[in-house]
């Protein structure tokens, strides 16, 4: 099923309250050609389910990784992939632009 | 987040009200505004332009650079007319994300059969639209053709300052409801509100098709606009 925004935090707020380790991660700032806008949300838990996108696919799976990390640390930060990074985080936004993001976890 | 300030703003925008979510990404500080309580924050002409726009962001602050979520309702569709346009539009707008609500009196049109998955109200728009919280995250659309439904669901519309109006009907069918609507008080300025003929010219002809026009209108009416302004809320 596809999912809309408040079906991405009402998923959060759901995992949470069934006792699952849960980060969200949010797009918070974009420069060039970025796949989403700034705010659009993506949950993850601790077994690395995971709702809604900050990409176009290019970059969930390493979100998802550093979300679990999150989720134990209970210390958020902020990510950054574009073709710069492309080297740090072993992916990259093919579209060329360059995406920042940042990871929390719900507590 | 913590999860108190997750479920406010969830409980929130099932509501259909607007709210922010203020964080310093550095330390992970986060709060929350309602937007009815934007009025006496210190942040106030910062949040009042998010919501204005309906864009999220980051912003430098007197108490440094944070970065500003405004969740506004999700778009919603209310059509007034069961018809054979409505039985496309109604699902290629479910899957854009729009809560849809058909409302026709006429039970023969109105029927949960011919709208699975979709509110259905078999009542007058005097009855049903008042309770419908019709607001300006609302498209609202007409396509009865007849002028006891659609030209009150209209004027309601048109009060509820709905982001897209349109009206089914040729050109001569939409100069002949604007001379009805003007006798009963409506000015140029709102008549000019209303789509009609409805629906982006793509040649459109069978009923899906025009789902599509129309559909393609309520878009381009979202987001090549920036959101009418919210003061009125705000305040």
């Known amino acids: 099923m596809l999912a809309r925004d408040e079906d991405i935090l009402k998923a959060a707020e759901d995992w949470r309250n069934a006792g699952r380790g849960v980060a969200l991660a949010t797009v918070v700032e974009t420069w060039g050609s970025a796949p989403r806008p700034v705010g659009s949300n993506l949950v993850i838990d601790n077994e690395g389910n995971f709702l809604g996108s900050v990409s176009g696919g290019c970059v969930e799976g390493a979100v998802v990784t550093e979300a679990i990390d999150v989720i134990e640390s209970g210390k958020s930060k902020v990510l950054e992939f574009g073709v710069a990074d492309e080297t740090a985080w072993q992916v990259g936004l093919s579209c060329g632009g360059t995406i920042r993001v940042y990871v929390e976890k719900v507590s | ?235």
């Open chain 2, 1 to 235: 987040m913590k999860l108190d300030i997750l479920h406010t703003l969830n409980t929130e925008r099932a509501a259909r009200r607007a709210v922010f979510i203020i964080t310093d990404v550095d330390s992970g500080a986060q709060r929350l505004v309602k937007a009815a309580d934007i009025a006496g924050d210190a942040l106030f002409e910062t949040l009042e332009k998010r919501l204005r726009m309906g864009k999220s962001g980051m912003d430098e602050t007197a108490q440094g650079r944070v970065f500003i979520t405004v969740h506004v309702p999700s778009p919603r569709l209310v059509i007034a007319g069961a018809v054979h346009i409505s039985q496309a539009l109604a699902p290629i707008a479910q899957m854009l994300g729009y809560d849809v609500t058909i409302v026709d009196p006429r039970t023969a049109f109105a029927s949960q059969e011919r709208f699975p998955d979709v509110k259905v109200i078999a009542e007058w728009p005097d009855v049903a639209l008042p309770p419908l919280n019709v607001d300006r995250y609302t498209a609202f659309v007409a396509l009865t053709h007849d002028p006891k439904i659609d030209d009150p669901a209209l004027l309601h519309a048109l009060a509820r300052d709905c982001f897209y109006i349109g009206a089914l009907g040729s050109k001569k069918t939409h100069a002949k409801r604007n001379d009805r609507l003007k006798a009963a008080g409506l000015t140029d300025a709102n008549l000019a509100r209303i789509h009609a003929p409805i629906g982006l010219d793509i040649g459109a002809i069978s009923p899906s098709e025009i789902a599509v026009s129309i559909m393609g209108e309520i878009v381009q009416s979202l987001r090549q606009k920036p959101a009418r302004t919210a003061k009125a809320e705000a305040a």
